[in-house]
């Protein structure tokens, strides 16, 4: 199943931001088509457990997050903050935070994404959400806001997903690491904390499992 042509998938229109003084709408550029599949996204892809050496491309990273950024979040609150791990030195520093099973999957994968949540969100609820002072929702509510934090962190997190698929890069998500070395290592000084992390790359079919089963409907769904 495919979606172009009349279906094109564009962004939705560009509202202009009070911090800029563009007055353009995102489809004022000529925009190439593009073309996914449901096997692309869903049936076809495969969680990676190793990955080729064919490099990824920067433009490709900010693409993803172009794409991502639309997904819906609650009061738009868009918690995911991403690191991005491209270098040697920070690729080390990555490793040494790693559960054993996860090292050499992550040491092959050319960009490792550490998807965070930023647990003070509400300070940039005025810009993203004018539409009430939704920012004193927040304020004080400790358990409501982290709650808040890590559902629609994780939300984006799927979205993040999808989105590399959609660009053309491989994905292979994982918890198994050390929450308090990665955030003292990448987030110290912030109030982000990590969710957890996804390797990206083109990947190496050989180091692919047998594709797991999946839940029925019936097993998993209730239409009451």
């Known amino acids: 199943m495919s979606v172009n042509g009349d279906d094109e998938i564009r962004p939705p229109p ?22 996914v599949t449901t096997e692309q996204l869903f049936t076809e892809a495969r969680t990676q457990n190793g ?10 990273l900010h693409q993803l997050y172009d794409l991502m950024k639309w997904g819906p979040t609650s009061a738009n609150c ?9 270098s040697p ?3 080390d520093k990555l490793l040494a935070c790693m559960s054993p099973g996860n090292v050499d999957k992550t040491k092959s994968a050319p960009v490792v994404a550490i998807i965070g949540m930023d647990m003070a969100f509400y300070d940039k609820l005025p810009y993203l959400f004018p539409h009430a002072d939704a920012k ?44 308090a070395k990665v955030d ?3 987030w110290a000084g912030t109030e982000v ?10 990947g190496d079919p050989s180091k692919l499992f047998s594709r797991s089963p999946r839940l029925t409907f019936e097993e998993a769904c209730r239409i009451d």
């Not at 990955?51 to 490709?60: L, R, S, Y």
């Open 78 to 86: 868009s918690p995911a903050r991403i690191v991005f791990v491209t």
């Open 184 to 186: 003292a290592a990448f």
């Open 193 to 202: 904390k990590t969710n957890f992390i996804c390797n990206l790359g083109h």
């Open 51 to 60: 990955f080729t050496d064919q490099p990824v491309a920067e433009a490709q």
């Open 136 to 179: 004193s929702w927040f304020v004080g509510k400790k358990e409501f806001a982290d709650t808040t934090a890590f559902r629609n962190s994780s939300l984006q997190g799927g979205y993040f997903i999808l989105a590399a698929r959609t660009v053309g890069l491989d994905c292979g998500p994982m918890s198994g690491f050390d929450n």
């Open 14 to 35: 560009y509202r202009r931001d009070p911090r800029d003084s563009r007055i353009a709408t995102l489809h004022a550029q000529p925009r190439n088509p593009m073309n």
């Open 89 to 91: 030195a920070a690729k």
